[in-house]
């Protein structure tokens, strides 16, 4: 850490400026603080600073338009990006428009210092310059944080990209933010999914046919990869792809180089390609029936998508999003709400979509209660509240047993913190550490 590093704080809390303040000093930085942008520009042009720590909402304006202003007149100054407000489309905003980092409310301090520390480290030449517009994804966990910033990263270059997590959690819709971000967004975004497809028709499905290569050629066919020529093919499921194929697959990579079913006539295919699969394919991984060389060359960059299960501070979002998206003006019971972040999602972003659309469909109330949603008993086990006993994982399961015994202490404190620190015998700071460590809120959930 650089010790005489200056950081320039903007928050229109009073509060958290002076919190933020004394933090950075304590740890060794030299801090000056604005309450809003006309403030913080006027600092900015009084001192430099090795880096800037900027709210999103402030009371005089928009921390991102500050920010964009910050890409363009001081490109190589670190701005790390804060809010309470965690939403994919500022998240991906700010990373493609050259933040360094996005950090939410309320801080995880060390987190913070440790960005601080990372953002006074860099070297100016490697800081990336990114821009373009968002698209939208809901959520405010840790774990989605990561992905969006994940998606800005990656979204302009043409490096294949390899998205992860169990069926339903939502990897198409990464891919298409990928795409919508990327310098190919006016380019076609063509979608395969290898499981769907019988293996015989998939090698003309992804290249394409002569007339007459087979029985029912009757006619030439473009393939997958001329369809998505200057845009980006996503192929779900990579791991089903017949061994087969995979060497074929692995030259387009390679140069872009293919022929169509039954031709001769080389083609080239200037598509992005983004593959993802719910199944392992990492090489010695059982079930595992992806190449070595193909896993690679495919996985150079791997975004990871979380089951809905590991981010349920996200439920109450999802579930707000998709009621707005039906017709009619609904609301969902504190209880319901309840209900629903503390089910198992077996079948993760996915099943709640269509739990919440039938009680949408099915009951007229204005505000839909626990009867108006339908889970089914079988995966309904309570998360976090049990311990597997064929899981031996110790770190995991002493997780498990500490939420359930905050939950319930919350619970029982009817939100009051406080009291809920002295049920469960520790100090207040250190129930706000772990509450925030197991994304558990003032309601138990």
């Known amino acids: 850490m650089t010790k005489s590093a200056r950081i320039l704080v903007v928050d229109d809390d009073r509060t958290i400026r002076r919190a933020l303040a004394h933090a950075l000093e304590e740890a060794g930085y030299d801090s000056r603080t604005a309450c809003g942008v006309e403030e913080a520009r006027t600092a900015l042009a009084q001192d430099a ?13 928009d921390g991102l338009c500050l920010l964009d202003e910050l890409r363009r007149d001081a490109p190589q100054l670190p701005v790390i990006m804060a809010t309470a407000y965690g939403d994919s489309e500022r ?28 953002a006074t480290q860099v070297p100016p030449a490697a800081r990336l310059d990114q821009q373009e517009e968002p698209a939208g994804f809901v959520g405010s966990s840790p774990a989605m944080l990561d992905v969006w ?16 997590g169990e069926t339903g959690v939502g990897k198409e819709l990464v891919a298409r933010s990928i795409h919508a971000h990327s310098d190919r967004r006016e380019g076609p975004f063509v979608a395969v999914n290898i499981a769907a497809l019988p293996p015989l028709l998939i090698e003309s499905e ?11 050629a009757v006619a030439r066919r473009e393939g997958r990869f001329e369809l998505a020529s200057n845009g980006t093919l996503f192929l779900d499921e990579i791991g089903d792809l017949d061994i087969s194929l995979q060497s074929k697959l692995l030259r387009v990579l390679e140069d872009g180089g293919y022929e169509r079913l039954g031709g001769t006539a080389r083609l080239v295919s200037d598509a992005r390609i983004v593959t993802a699969t719910a199944r392992p394919i990492t090489p010695g991984q059982a079930d ?26 996200d439920i109450p979002l999802l579930v707000e999003s998709f009621v707005r998206k039906m017709p009619g003006s609904r ?40 009867e108006d949603f339908e889970l089914p008993d079988q995966p309904a086990e309570r998360i976090d509240d049990t ?35 002295r049920l469960l015998g520790i100090r207040r700071a250190l129930l706000y550490a772990r509450m925030n460590h197991l994304q558990i809120d003032e309601k138990g959930s």
């Open 331 to 370: 609301g969902v019971s504190e209880s319901a709400m309840r209900l629903l972040a503390e089910y198992a999602w077996p079948g993760n972003v996915r099943q709640l979509l269509h739990v919440v659309e039938n009680a949408c469909l099915m009951s007229s109330a204005e505000v839909l209660d626990c």
């Open 149 to 164: 910033k994940a998606i800005g990263r990656v979204a302009r270059s043409r490096t294949p990209v390899l998205i992860t």
């Open 387 to 421: 311990v597997g006993s064929e899981d031996l994982d110790l770190r995991q399961n002493l997780e498990r047993v500490e939420r359930a015994l905050i939950r319930r202490a919350l619970r029982m404190a009817a939100g009051n913190r406080a009291r809920a620190a």
């Open 91 to 118: 998240t991906i905003h700010a990373m493609k428009a050259g933040a360094f980092e996005y950090v939410t409310k309320p801080f995880d301090l060390e987190a913070l210092l440790a960005s601080v520390a990372r």
């Open 288 to 313: 595992s029936a992806l190449r070595q060389d193909l896993y690679y060359r495919l996985g150079v960059v791997r975004i990871h998508v979380p089951p809905l299960r590991e981010r349920r501070q």
């Open 206 to 216: 992804l290249f394409g046919h002569e007339k007459g290569s087979f029985t029912g």
């Open 49 to 61: 600073f090795d880096a800037v720590l900027l709210d999103i909402r402030l009371k005089d304006g």
